[in-house]
């Protein structure tokens, strides 16, 4: 059975930093882009960040690039997002999941990924 399990979400100021994980498990890991979206109320869910840990590439969108990183520790199968210098419209549910595909993570992909972990919340506060 697969699950990803999130965690590491809260509550921070404007500036701030949180570390989200997402340990995962019933899959081959090295077969999989994992990953991170986003909902924020009101709007869509967006791809955040991703890893491909069949090559180690990385995804970010154009709206995290530079503050967020994204990286994997293969013997825990667990991918870490590293968020600095946050700002209230990070607010958001935080998803983490996993597809094959790392283009699903995109903006504008009309796929989503097949496999998903509940949402852990982050605020951030003006």
């Known amino acids: 059975e697969v699950q990803l399990q999130a965690s590491g979400g809260g509550l921070v100021q404007a500036g701030g930093s949180l570390r989200l994980s997402c340990a995962a498990s019933?899959?081959?890991?090295?077969?999989?882009?994992i990953g991170w979206f986003r909902q924020a109320p009101g709007k869509e869910r967006e791809g955040v960040s991703c890893i491909s840990r069949s090559d180690g590439r990385t995804f970010y969108a154009d709206s995290v690039k530079g503050r967020f990183t994204i990286s994997s520790d293969n013997a825990k199968n667990t991918v870490f997002l590293q968020m600095n210098s946050l700002k209230p419209e990070d607010t958001a549910v935080y998803y983490c999941?996993?597809?094959?595909?790392?283009?699903?993570?995109?903006?504008?992909?009309?796929?989503?990924?097949?496999?998903w972990g509940q949402g852990t919340l982050v605020t951030v506060s003006s």
């Open positions: 019933g899959f081959t890991f090295d077969d999989y882009a």
């Open positions: 999941a996993a597809d094959p595909d790392a283009r699903k993570y995109y903006s504008g992909s009309y796929d989503l990924p097949s496999y």
